[in-house]
């Protein structure tokens, strides 16, 4: 089993950056593919980003391409996401999950979440 914690969420303005980071409880972290997800006010949770078991592969939402980064380090059992330029439309809770499932990445199915961050983006 896996427990998240993430942090580093705030008010931004648009144009800015945050760095999101997600802590995991553990010894197995580097067998689980890792994510980030969102949720807006009055919306569903969408996928964001994720990363595979070895950092090497990486897949994005259409959204966030170009301006997110997810990144993770096995060592330190923590994943990040670096969210440069970023818009009004950014603005939601965002949550970081883990997949059991590593031969692929996923957009769904993941098994265990965090409690979320609140990042807002003041236009």
């Known amino acids: 089993q896996v427990q998240l914690v993430e942090s580093g969420g705030g008010l931004v303005q648009a144009g800015g950056s945050l760095r999101l980071s997600c802590a995991a409880s553990?010894?197995?972290?580097?067998?689980?593919?890792m994510a980030w997800f969102r949720q807006a006010p009055g919306k569903e949770r969408e996928f964001v980003a994720a990363?595979?078991?070895?950092?090497?592969?990486?897949y994005y939402a259409d959204s966030v391409k170009g301006r997110f980064t997810i990144s993770r380090d096995n060592a330190q059992n923590t994943v990040a996401l670096q969210m440069n330029s970023l818009k009004a439309e950014d603005t939601a809770v965002y949550y970081c999950?883990?997949?059991?499932?590593?031969?692929?990445?996923?957009?769904?199915?993941?098994?265990?979440w965090g409690q979320g961050t609140q990042v807002t983006v003041s236009s």
């Open positions: 999950a883990a997949d059991a499932y590593i031969l692929g990445l996923r957009t769904s199915g993941y098994d265990y």
């Open positions: 553990g010894r197995t972290f580097s067998r689980y593919t």
């Open positions: 990363v595979a078991w070895s950092g090497g592969r990486t």
